[in-house]
């Protein structure tokens, strides 16, 4: 284990764990339809943390509540304070651990952010990356039920990896798929692009939306939008980053890639 639970209790206090936005992009018209929120972690000593450095730590140490509900408030001031410039119906993906689904504060919590967004005109979306196997689906079906009945709409995240798959996709009722990078890795690949095609079809023709994730160079870009998926994230249209940043960005919308950021370098700047 990398760092203590002290180390990381007394970081949470003191606020080091800020949320970065990455912008979603539609790929027709370079619109900015949403963004994906994620943690950073703010270290006096060392600049800025990558989440995989620091999560499993964090859960380890029985923290990642208290985690998410501090990065969650971080967003909500964010947020508020601008809303009036972003569009209607703005998605906002947050990453959700299953885990604290199980716990009734959190879920209270959750349909609580759900409503404020809602109320400021951005549509929540909660991504479930499941890196195990859900240990009884029956049981998530019901927390999953029951969180949709409060209106939280899910989105599947890593699809194409580990567990995560149309299995999955049944127990959550998602509303949006995020394809792997996997796939725009691979292109060429005919046994991925047969996947790639059928969960294309299959999302689109439950009329959930379909995410690409990892778009870093046009040729991907451009496969993308050939097979059709809805939105694209990645590099190539901009890394995580500050709000004040993503903010600039959004108003400052441009056709040409790159405009204002090279994506990863920036990302790199960091590191
Ligand atoms: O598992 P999830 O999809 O939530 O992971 C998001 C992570 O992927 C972020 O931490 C982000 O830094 C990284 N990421 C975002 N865009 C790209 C990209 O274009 N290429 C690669 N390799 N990583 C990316
Ligand atoms: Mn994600």
């Known amino acids: 284990m990398k760092y203590s639970k002290n180390t990381l209790s007394r970081a949470i206090e003191r606020n080091e764990f800020i949320p970065f936005y990455q912008p979603i ?18 270290k006096p000593s060392r600049g800025l943390v990558c989440a995989s450095d620091f999560i499993l730590d964090v859960e380890e140490h029985g923290l990642l509540e208290l985690l998410t509900c501090k990065l969650l408030r971080n967003m909500m001031m964010d947020l508020d304070r601008a809303s009036s410039s972003f569009p209607s119906g703005f998605r906002v993906n947050l990453n959700v651990n299953v885990s604290l689904l199980n716990h ?37 079906k019901a927390i999953f039920r029951n969180m949709a009945v409060q209106g939280i709409n899910f989105a599947i995240d890593d699809f194409g990896t580990k567990f995560a798959n149309f299995r999955l996709v049944d127990v959550v009722k998602a509303k949006t798929l995020k394809l792997d990078k996997l796939f725009v890795n691979n292109i060429g690949d005919e046994d991925l692009e047969r996947l790639m ?62 405009q204002y950021m090279r994506a990863a370098d920036y990302e790199h700047t960091y590191g």
């Open 104 to 140: 009734e504060n959190f879920s209270t919590y959750l349909v609580i952010i759900n409503e404020e967004l809602r109320r400021l005109n951005f549509s929540l979306i909660a991504e479930i990356t499941e890196r195990e196997n859900i240990a009884n689906f029956p049981e998530a």
């Open 197 to 258: 095609i059928k969960a294309i079809t299959t999302a689109h023709a439950h009329g959930a939306k379909v995410i690409a994730e990892g778009i870093e160079t046009s040729a991907q870009h451009e496969y993308a939008k050939k097979m059709n998926v809805d939105f694209v994230q990645g590099y190539l249209h901009g890394s995580p980053m500050p709000f004040e940043l993503f903010h600039y960005r959004l108003s400052h919308p441009s056709r040409r890639y790159n």
């Open 25 to 42: 992009i539609d790929p027709l018209t370079y619109n900015v339809v949403g963004c994906e929120v994620l943690a950073r972690w703010l």
